[in-house]
């Protein structure tokens, strides 16, 4: 079981940029696909974004498609979230977990503090 710890978060303007990392613990991160989540005060936890297990295969919502970008580095047992054009329906606590597929995004392992991301001007 892999155990991941989501930072990076904070307070930005809108069109702004932020880069989240998600730490994970474990030697068979290397395995896993992995996709970020958000939840919206009051909304469903969404699936944005799921590289897959090498990092040559990525997936987006079409609400962040353009403007996110997920990638991996797998020596470093980090997966990130590189966030620009930041808009305020951004707006929210994200997270990472393991994934059944990075189009399906389906997560299955345990949820994370998350990351406070807010945008705001």
């Known amino acids: 079981q892999v155990q991941l710890v989501e930072s990076g978060g904070g307070l930005v303007q809108p069109g702004g940029s932020l880069r989240l990392s998600c730490a994970a613990s474990?030697?068979?991160?290397?395995?896993?696909?992995l996709g970020w989540f958000r939840q919206a005060r009051g909304k469903e936890r969404e699936f944005v974004a799921g590289?897959?297990?090498?990092?040559?295969?990525?997936y987006y919502a079409d609400s962040v498609k353009g403007r996110f970008t997920i990638s991996r580095d797998n020596a470093k047992n980090t997966v990130y979230l590189q966030m620009n054009s930041l808009k305020s329906e951004d707006t929210a606590v994200y997270f990472c977990?393991?994934?059944?597929?990075?189009?399906?995004?389906?997560?299955?392992?345990?949820w994370g503090q998350g990351t406070q991301v807010t945008v705001a001007s």
């Open positions: 590289i897959n297990w090498s990092g040559n295969s990525s």
């Open positions: 474990g030697r068979t991160f290397s395995v896993y696909n």
């Open positions: 977990n393991v994934i059944t597929s990075i189009q399906a995004g389906v997560p299955y392992g345990s």
